[in-house]
């Protein structure tokens, strides 16, 4: 730009003195209008009142309330922390604007937590709701922490919770910003989800969506809390609808990877529970990606906690619903690592792998299980598994299955000695379990005809004669059926064919026959009669 000339300047000049002008005037004239404004009385009494709001006197009654309730705290809160007196103060303490005396009945609710061990009475459940809602957040702390420790100690009754209408103020501090507010609201949640109407209550008040949130949480207790409270609503059909719109699926399958073995259990477990109902499992199991059946099979390294290796083993048995998903698994390599499991020192862990290689065995082309470790570890866990037990039915019922096979039983003969001889012995003798009892006996049949079997079992002629006694007066057919296809099978063998002789176990097969053909007749007679 080229130089201005004397006549523009002094123009500029004139300019700029014009607005200096100008701006001191309108300065002076807002701020005399300021003044005007400020010296009227209605501005005064509402600043009062505007004061008043944000920094509450503490009216007469309050504070003479404040001093009985101290005195209260001083000498006789021992005696009696439920009183009627102590509860009207806790009323007009709760519900006063002064946030210092509301301080002061969170405080003493907080210390009654954390003392008592009785009853909360219903009527101390109403102060709560003015301090919930409280814009003080060290009472809105010590209020949600107090109802965390009463119900965490079966001080109150959960339902009641609800109906006195505490769910709505709970639900809103999942909103708070502060980790700790976040944090016990959480434990509220989840405590209160135990009960079924709750858990209804909750998916009504829309109480899935900011918990979802929370389970990103940063903060380790706050995730975990609200990662539990999702696991106590997933046991509601009707809420795991709402959690799969919500987009639950994929956060509590990612949550698979956290590093805190906590948060993997609960998300595991919630998992497992989605996946028993088979109608989520197009959400859980993508067909382009199958992140989820590759982390749980991930998770059941004996490198990781033993409940989270557990329930994954759950998980996976619940999704383990056809062929081609089992097919999976076993491409994924799982039967090595539930080899581990079989091993393993927790029950929980062992019943769990058995039962997941239980739904394997069911289907032929699973047969890589020969190949692995696992039938070695099924009958090592037989040895080890209580009759009392329900894997005992499971482990017996696979090992049965599995004997079907041809190849599967040359491999199971291999692992065969006296102790697991012995063990098929005693299971097939015990009738009052009669599931392992026959199971124990259909492992016997099939593997009779080996040459190192028929070795082994000629130590043990009595108790087979025994069992078989009782399979063939058994009321189930079942019994009957294989106890007289074992009869046979063994009868081929001279030492078998004679002591069968000398036991009369013939007669008894006799009786058994008569008592066939009577029942064959009858039945002939029954269906003769309803055809005319």
Avoid at 84 to 103: C, I, M
Avoid at 154 to 171: A, C, S, T, Y
Avoid at 282 to 302: E, G, T
Avoid at 406 to 419: A, K, N, S
Wanted: net charge negative.
């Amino acid at each position: 730009m080229g130089q201005l000339c004397g006549r523009c300047m002094q123009l500029l000049r004139d300019f700029t003195g014009f607005v200096q002008r100008m701006s001191s005037d309108l300065v002076q004239g807002i701020k005399e209008c300021l003044t005007l404004i400020s010296k009227c009385s209605c501005l005064k009494q509402n600043s009062s009142k505007n004061r008043q709001l944000y920094k509450p006197i503490l009216q007469p009654h309050e504070r003479v309330t404040a001093q009985e309730f101290l005195q209260h705290i001083e000498t006789d809160f021992e005696m009696s922390p439920l009183g009627k007196d102590p509860l009207e103060a806790l009323r007009t303490l709760s519900f006063s604007e002064n946030l210092g005396l509301q301080q002061s009945a969170a405080l003493y609710y907080l210390h009654m937590s954390q003392h008592m061990n009785i009853p909360l009475p219903v009527e101390h459940l109403e102060p709560f709701y003015a301090l919930l809602r409280s814009a003080d957040l060290e009472v809105q702390q010590m209020s949600s922490l107090s109802l965390v420790n009463f119900l965490l100690e079966g001080n109150i009754d959960k339902e009641l919770i609800v109906q006195m209408g505490l769910l709505e103020p709970i639900l809103d501090l999942l909103e708070s910003e502060d980790p700790t507010v976040q944090c016990n609201s959480c434990a509220c949640i989840m405590t209160l989800a135990v009960s079924e109407s709750n858990r209804e209550a909750i998916g009504a008040a829309r109480g899935v969506t900011p918990l979802l949130s929370l389970a990103n949480s940063y903060d380790p207790r706050v995730q975990q809390n609200a990662v539990g409270a999702i696991l106590n609503l997933t046991q509601s059909e009707k809420i795991q609808q709402v959690l799969c719109k919500e987009g639950a699926l994929p956060v509590l399958a990612f949550l698979l990877e956290s590093p805190d073995s906590e948060v993997q259990y609960y998300s595991c477990a919630a998992l497992s529970n989605m996946a028993a109902n088979v109608q989520h499992h197009k959400a859980l199991l993508r067909p382009s990606d199958r992140f989820l059946l590759r982390k749980l099979i991930c998770l059941l390294s004996s490198s990781v906690d033993k409940q989270v290796s557990s329930q994954a083993c759950v998980c996976l048995r619940n999704l383990a619903t056809s062929v081609d998903i089992q097919a999976e698994m076993v491409a994924e390599n799982v039967l090595p690592k539930l080899c581990s499991l079989l091993a393993s020192g927790s029950e929980d862990v062992r019943r769990a792998s058995i039962a997941l290689l239980w739904i394997l065995s069911q289907h032929p082309p699973n047969q890589r299980i020969t190949e692995s470790c696992c039938v070695e570890g099924l009958l090592q866990t037989m040895l080890l598994t209580d009759t009392q037990e329900d894997s005992l039915r499971y482990v017996t019922s696979c090992l049965a299955e599995l004997a079907k096979q041809e190849g599967t039983m040359l491999h199971m003969v291999q692992w065969m000695d006296e102790p697991l001889t012995k063990c098929l012995m005693r299971l097939a003798g015990q009738l009052e379990h009669p599931e392992p009892s026959f199971h124990a006996a259909s492992i016997i049949q099939h593997m009779i005809s080996h040459e190192k079997m028929m070795l082994l079992w000629k130590h043990h002629i009595g108790e087979i004669q025994a069992y078989l006694k009782n399979f063939l007066t058994h009321q189930e057919v079942r019994f009957q059926q294989l106890g007289i296809s074992t009869f046979c099978r063994l009868r081929a063998d001279p030492d078998f064919s004679l002591a069968f002789r000398k036991s009369q176990m013939a007669k008894l097969l006799e009786q058994v026959r008569q008592q066939t053909e009577e029942t064959q007749e009858l039945l002939r007679a029954a269906m003769c009669h309803e055809d005319s």
